[in-house]
């Protein structure tokens, strides 16, 4: 009978020959934690491994993702965003004179995009740009308070549809005066007072539709 016949030193035999062919590829000897994790997880599928306090991030240190803004770019959001009041007052004014209220949005629009505070370079004040001696004449003690500074432009505005009775003549005459328009009958030949008149005519139809 020969060693090998007996079971046990067969078995001792053939584990030093598989432990001899790993020696010759060291990348694939597996460490002895590495099996008992192994065996670990296959006993355990489901089984989450502690988290220590060390590896918690502190809730502060969190960025929570919030959605984009979008910019708004259409004349209608631009409009829709405006003070509800100055837009009450507004009504309230046009409708007191008789004056169609869309049209005096359009032409403070035009005049200040409805910034009670704005001023131009030529000193023209308020929501309807109020010159200071047509403020005075209109009785507008405060070109920047809205309701005043409406109800003088308002004001201005219907002396001007009575004299010309044009409307695009009207609105020319705001804002290149009275005398431009009757020295060349109808909208002056400039530029500024032109491009005025086809954007309050624009705005017009926006406030309409």
Do not use: C
Not at 50 to 69: G, H, K, N, R, T
Not at 85 to 113: C, H, Y
Not at 146 to 170: C, H, R, S, T, W
């Amino acid at each position: 009978m020969r060693l090998t016949d007996i079971p046990s030193v067969s078995s001792v035999l053939n584990r030093m020959e598989s432990l001899s062919k790993l020696s010759e590829n060291p990348k694939s000897l597996v460490s002895f934690p590495d099996v008992l994790e192994r065996e670990w997880n296959k006993q355990n599928p489901t089984q989450n491994l502690p988290v220590l306090p060390s590896q918690i991030q502190p809730v502060d240190s969190i960025s929570l993702p919030f959605p984009e803004e979008r910019p708004k770019t259409s004349l209608q959001s631009d409009l829709g965003n405006k003070p509800t009041d100055i837009f009450g007052t507004i009504e309230s004014i046009a409708k007191a004179q008789g004056m169609d209220p869309n049209l005096v949005k359009a032409m403070v629009k035009a005049e200040s995009n409805f910034k009670p505070k704005a001023v131009s370079p030529k000193g023209a004040m308020g929501l309807m740009q109020l010159m200071p001696e047509t403020a005075e004449s209109l009785g507008v003690s405060d070109p920047f308070d809205p309701e005043d500074n409406i109800g003088g432009g308002v004001k201005f505005l219907k002396g001007l549809m009575k004299e010309f009775k044009d409307p695009e003549k009207a609105i020319a005459a705001y804002n290149a005066g009275p005398g431009a328009v009757k020295r060349h009958k109808g909208i002056p030949p400039y530029e500024e007072t032109q491009k005025y008149v086809n954007k309050v005519k624009r705005y017009y139809k926006d406030f309409s539709s």
